[in-house]
């Protein structure tokens, strides 16, 4: 692939830009500046450097967040910032959306691509991956209202009670809860329908995949091929 068309794949700007980008010695791969933007390239395990900075070549854009409080997934954001300002300009130029979506004040973990098909399958109910809450209870959690977790309450609007995969006490005020659906606000209705109330909402895990500890609040990740794989959701019978 052209140099030219590698960057503009890549997010750097329309071809345009990055055809002067190049010419002005902006690009250099291995360390050698290249200033002609039609030279050809293997794309598989290409690196390259634009403006000192250090790029890999992917055909399709997967990573990981760790959302802080206080920012909107939407590029549009009301109240508060976008998580989108978290990241930098070649992500945005190349259009990477959110898959699913946090509550401004939940933390966690939160994946985002430009590959819309596997938007898709994250997003549809025919594939399943369950999500783990890292859930901060204002009142002590009890054994009746972990059982009613797991066999379900009834929520407002929603036709059939809502149950939880899995439900693990942490400690007095702490709860890992598992769900299956990614419903409005559901870890929030759900504690309070058994008379308790969230104070603190953070995503854990997503499929087989953990926020890493060495993610802090607000930093960004690639996500390699194993923890693309670790994400991945199963069809549902």
Known sequence: MQLERILHSQGFGSRKICRSLIRHGEVSVNGEVHDFPFTEFDTDNFTFTVRGEDW????????MINKPAHYECSHKPQHHPSVFSLLPAPLLERGVQCVGRLDEDTT???????????????SSPKWKAPKVYQVTAKHPLEEAQVQALLQGVQL??????????AAE??????????????KYHQVKRML??????????????I????????????????LDA???EAVLPVRQP
Not at 56 to 63: P, S, V
Not at 108 to 122: A, E, K, P, W, Y
Not at 156 to 165: C, F, I, N, S, Y
């Open 108 to 122: 966690g973990l939160l994946l985002l691509s430009d590959d819309g098909q596997f938007i898709h399958r994250m």
């Open 56 to 63: 890999q070549f992917r055909e399709k854009a997967y990573l």
């Open 156 to 165: 407002l609007d929603e036709p059939a009670p809502v149950a939880a995969l």
């Open 226 to 228: 194993e923890m693309l």
């Open 207 to 222: 499929g087989n995949l953990d926020l890493p500890e060495d993610l802090a609040a607000g930093e960004w990740r690639w």
């Open 192 to 205: 309070a329908a058994v008379s308790n109330r969230v104070e603190a909402l953070k995503r854990i895990r």
């Open 169 to 182: 006490v942490v400690s007095e005020h702490v709860l890992h809860l598992t769900l299956a659906e990614g």
